[in-house]
């Protein structure tokens, strides 16, 4: 089992407001999933979505998800305090006037925090989504996928170079997870494969 402080970090973990943002992610990823089920002849289970989310094997999917924002978060954090640090030391050795200090830390929270916090939270965003496509897709019965893949916005056909190794191959559950997203901001979504 795990011990008090594992649980209670888990907690903190499921607690923390990005918590709503995965689920929110992950029940679009469920909801696109049912969609193109639909779309290939399969039976989808009707019923409420809390239902899903409900049942022991998502929430344990959920928890992960959780923990993958969380500490990407907190690597965030952790780079911004470096920076903050490094930033007030050179203004203390350096005899800046506090505005010059605060305009400097606000530079350093803006290109370091914020930048990598939005991509972050959007690349956590596209992962959890792609992840519970296929959680949905596994629990209906597919065993293959094949991705629905990102095209430039070129006005023309032409895959994204980044995502175009995945466009027109088939995969197992297992051998797509983790797939997607292949950079931040990725497009890409996953379909089943019906033989």
């Known amino acids: 089992g795990s011990s008090p402080t594992q649980t209670r970090t888990n907690s903190n973990r499921a607690q923390h407001w990005t918590s709503s943002y995965v689920r929110a992610a992950s029940k679009s990823g469920v909801k696109h999933a049912d969609r193109e089920l639909r779309k290939q002849g399969y039976d989808v289970p009707t019923g409420q979505l809390e239902d899903t989310f409900n049942k022991p094997i998502h929430q344990d999917k959920l928890q992960l998800l959780y923990t993958r924002v969380y500490d990407a978060l907190e690597g965030v954090t952790t780079a911004m305090d470096k920076e903050l640090s490094r930033t007030l030391t050179e203004g203390l050795s350096q005899g800046w006037n506090p505005r010059k ?16 916090a939005r991509t972050m939270a959007r690349t956590e965003t596209i992962y959890a989504h792609a992840e519970s496509t296929l959680d949905r897709f596994e629990s209906v019965g597919v065993t293959d996928v094949t991705a629905d893949v990102e095209f430039q916005d070129a006005g023309d056909s032409r895959v994204c170079p980044i995502c175009e190794s995945l466009d027109g191959n088939r995969y197992t559950i297992d051998e797509a997870r983790g797939l997607i997203p292949q950079h931040p901001r990725c497009r890409c979504a996953w379909s089943p494969i019906v033989d």
């Open 101 to 116: 200090t605060a305009s400097k830390l606000n530079d350093r929270v803006d290109k370091i925090g914020i930048t990598r």
